[in-house]
């Protein structure tokens, strides 16, 4: 962390180098996270216990919690928060995802995903 960066909530700069990730989209979830909170969207109280419930309900589920499931719990705990404020709904987050999912299947590998409107059909 150098001196421009500011540490999460609760955290300082020197309890991690930083976050690390094992794909890309695991930095934009937490990006994007840490957007919305700073925009006001949750606090980080209200963030921490959506994670947590999530996480809590995984391993109910049988997750082994070995860490790589981590920031898929991230995510659904995001889109929870997010359609449970009214930034979104439930309907729209799965209406992306599927065109994400449709645009990821017709792109070749390396190349970068690009969604079009015809990702929505």
């Known amino acids: 962390m150098n001196e421009t960066q500011q540490p999460l909530p609760g955290m300082t700069s020197d309890d991690v180098a930083g976050p690390v990730f094992r ?8 990006a994007l996270a ?11 109280p ?35 928060l997010v359609a449970a404020k009214g930034a979104s709904s439930a309907a729209e987050l799965e209406r992306y995802q599927q065109a994400w999912d449709r645009a990821a299947d ?4 390396g190349r970068a995903i690009e969604l079009r409107e015809q990702d929505f059909g």
């Open 106 to 109: 017709r792109t070749p590998h």
């Open 34 to 44: 840490v957007s919305l909170h700073q925009r006001g969207l949750f606090s980080w």
């Open 23 to 30: 794909e890309p989209w695991e930095a934009h979830a937490f």
């Open 46 to 80: 209200e963030w921490a216990e959506a994670l947590a419930r999530q996480i809590g309900a995984a391993q109910a589920a049988g997750d082994a919690d070995l860490g790589d499931t981590y920031y898929r719990h991230w995510l659904a705990a995001l889109e929870t």
